[in-house]
């Protein structure tokens, strides 16, 4: 191999090295997996946190929910604790609700359509109740305009209950 | 005290103890808190166990309802395995359906209706499919009546997924 092209592949490699510097970030998550505005990325295992709530998303979007909570949030609902504590994270899975093939008067879940987080740092967080937000659709955050919307809805209806609109199903 | 009295008492403490020993079951459940049929119980901290997906019924229950799963039977499903192994325990958690006061297009869990577990166990249920059932209604099983029913409908519709209507929510 000629010394230019050596010279070739050690830039090469160099630059996959910056390049996956730039994108891998010291928690794992993909640079630009974050939310706007917040910087929430979608955190491991929340599929398998504990069931808060489901619930029901009329039409149009048309959706079967479900809110899970991590040990912290579990046990600040479990206690009754609001303000929820510092690392309370909410997670919000969507799916469209469509009828069951197999039993007339079901619905179940169909295609996933959102999963949103809730996180609680009062620091991090301050100017909007502590609460940072992330919405991500199949894996990749939701563009800036929609996390605007997030605090200023949760703020206006629901800010006697710590900004979280879901109560633990009895 | 009279020795009359001291054999009233004796008896009357043997009665309580025999009392005690008929309601309370070497798991702990009281006796007549098992299912008719079936002999299933409400097994301990159900509540944590991870989704496996939501679901809707329409009028006239017009309930939101959420299975979750056991230990066992959540890697059985995260592997594909069918039959379902013994030991895999299904639970599914209905509430009424009503409007959110907060968020109109939203429906939110009302009170609690029923709490039914499917537990897979191939020797004790071998005539319904490996299955046993076991429908509570706060905290009471259901009458045997309504206890006939389930096999024969999920034996109907869903004999080819294990009996087992719901499927893992993506």
Known sequence: MKPIHLAALAVAIASCALAAALVVRADGME?????????VTIPNGYRSWELIAPAQE???LDELRVV???????QAYRDGTLPFPDGAVLAKL?????????????????AAT????????????????????????N????????????????????????????????
């Open 31 to 39: 640079a630009g997996s974050a939310s706007p505005i917040y910087g």
């Open 94 to 110: 969507a799916w469209k609700h469509v009828p069951s093939p197999e039993f007339e008067p079901a619905s179940i879940p169909g």
């Open 139 to 170: 894996g990749k955050p939701a563009d800036e305009a929609q996390h605007r919307t997030c605090f200023a809805c949760h703020q206006a209806r629901v800010r006697d209950h710590d900004r979280v609109f879901t109560r633990w199903a009895p």
């Open 58 to 60: 009329a039409p149009p």
């Open 114 to 137: 959102t999963v949103q987080f809730m996180v609680k740092d009062s620091r991090k967080y301050a100017v909007t109740g502590g609460w940072g937000f992330g919405r991500f659709i």
């Open 68 to 74: 899970l909570g991590n040990p912290v949030a579990v």
